[in-house]
């Protein structure tokens, strides 16, 4: 499925392309899809496809299209601390994108079939918290992945705020998937499709992961990353003012003046000259000032600066232990 938008050049081309068509519509749902590439949860060798509004599969591996995600994402209506339950996590593409919603204290499950994928999301997700520029600008909820049937869950599991079923159910199964949910949660599923069966063919329960109590050493690492993104923002503030543009200068319009010819009546007798202007001696500083204005108004095309972290700036300047500034900064390599 998939082919509603236009493929893009690259991943932000892509979201742009899924705005304009009203795919994604809140800005919470854009942020996430930004700040993880699609591409980096492709094989190398097909990476070229990855920014087409395309499934992907391969293997066991499978991604679906950018615009069966988005819609999932905004249904799902997820905000910060919610408990999310993803049902055929798959590469741990959504639920990663999930995860930068959800914050530090949500909780973000996934139940994936397949050993072999699971071992590929976690090495995803792995590379994306080293490795992301976009890791430091949110309050991750780290995703955790068991293998199992979707639909040999223990009863005696916790139940969700949001739970998302990329599988096929069939209609039978509706009322099993419902009572996953909390109280007024939101269920996101596909209906009336062949169900999925375990690899051996034996049905055994699915221990969902218990939900974690962060330990203090934890708690402390999330209170001063976020101290210390508030003092980035507020210096960031008081450096640009109120964020409002200064109001433009007024700038004098400039008119080039033609040459004067006067005809001049004597009687009978008819003399053309040409009186002289005062500003004809300025007519040639005129034009120069004009073109260094045009020159002005048109910026040098100059290769943006590269994102600079600012919250690793930070850390790295406290006067603590190289220990400590690491694991604040979750041992990431940059």
């Known amino acids: 499925m998939g082919g509603a938008v236009s493929a893009g050049e690259d991943n932000d081309e892509l979201i742009d392309n899924l705005k304009e068509a009203q795919y994604i519509r809140t800005e919470l749902v854009e942020q996430a899809f930004r700040a993880i590439d699609r591409a980096d949860y492709y094989l190398e060798?097909?990476?070229?496809?990855?920014?087409?509004?395309?499934?992907?599969?391969?293997?066991?591996?499978?991604?679906?299209?950018?615009?069966?995600?988005?819609?999932?994402?905004?249904?799902?209506?997820?905000?910060?601390?919610?408990?999310?339950?993803?049902l055929g996590s798959g590469t741990g593409y959504l639920s990663s994108m999930v995860g930068l919603i959800l914050g530090p204290?949500?909780?973000?499950?996934g139940v994936e079939l397949h050993s072999d994928v699971i071992e590929y999301a976690k090495q995803k997700l792995d590379f994306f918290i080293r490795t992301s520029d976009s890791f430091d600008k949110f309050d991750f909820c780290e995703p955790s992945f068991v293998t199992g049937n979707c639909l040999e869950i223990s009863p005696d599991c916790s139940q969700y705020d949001r739970v998302y079923c990329g599988a096929g159910v069939q209609k039978e199964h509706e009322e099993y998937m419902k009572n996953l949910l909390k109280v007024g949660g939101i269920l996101v599923m596909p209906l009336e499709e062949k169900p999925c069966h375990s690899e051996s063919g034996k049905s055994r329960l699915v221990q969902l992961p218990p939900v974690a109590v962060?330990?203090?050493?934890?708690?402390?690492?999330?209170?001063?990353?976020?101290?210390?993104?508030?003092?980035?923002?507020?210096?960031?503030?008081?450096?640009?003012?109120?964020?409002?543009?200064?109001?433009?200068?007024?700038?004098?319009?400039?008119?080039?003046?033609?040459?004067?010819e006067t005809i001049v009546f004597l009687d009978k007798e008819?003399?053309?000259?040409?009186?002289?202007?005062?500003?004809?001696?300025?007519?040639?500083?005129?034009?120069?000032?004009?073109?260094?204005?045009?020159?002005?108004?048109?910026?040098?095309?100059?290769?943006?600066?590269?994102?600079?972290?600012?919250?690793?700036?930070?850390?790295?300047?406290?006067?603590?232990?190289?220990?400590?500034?690491?694991?604040l900064l979750y041992y990431r390599e940059k």
């Open 45 to 86: 060798e097909f990476k070229e496809n990855a920014y087409k509004d395309l499934a992907w599969k391969h293997g066991n591996i499978h991604l679906s299209a950018p615009c069966i995600y988005s819609e999932v994402m905004e249904a799902l209506d997820l905000q910060p601390g919610l408990s999310f339950l993803n």
């Open 105 to 109: 204290f949500g909780v973000n499950h």
């Open 214 to 260: 962060r330990s203090l050493q934890d708690l402390a690492r999330i209170a001063i990353r976020g101290t210390i993104k508030k003092i980035i923002h507020q210096e960031t503030v008081s450096r640009n003012g109120n964020g409002l543009k200064n109001t433009p200068r007024f700038k004098r319009r400039r008119v080039r003046r033609r040459r004067m």
């Open 270 to 327: 008819v003399f053309a000259s040409r009186i002289s202007n005062p500003s004809d001696d300025n007519s040639g500083e005129d034009l120069e000032e004009e073109r260094r204005e045009e020159e002005e108004k048109t910026p040098p095309e100059t290769k943006p600066d590269p994102p600079v972290n600012f919250l690793r700036q930070k850390v790295l300047s406290l006067p603590l232990p190289d220990p400590l500034k690491y694991y």
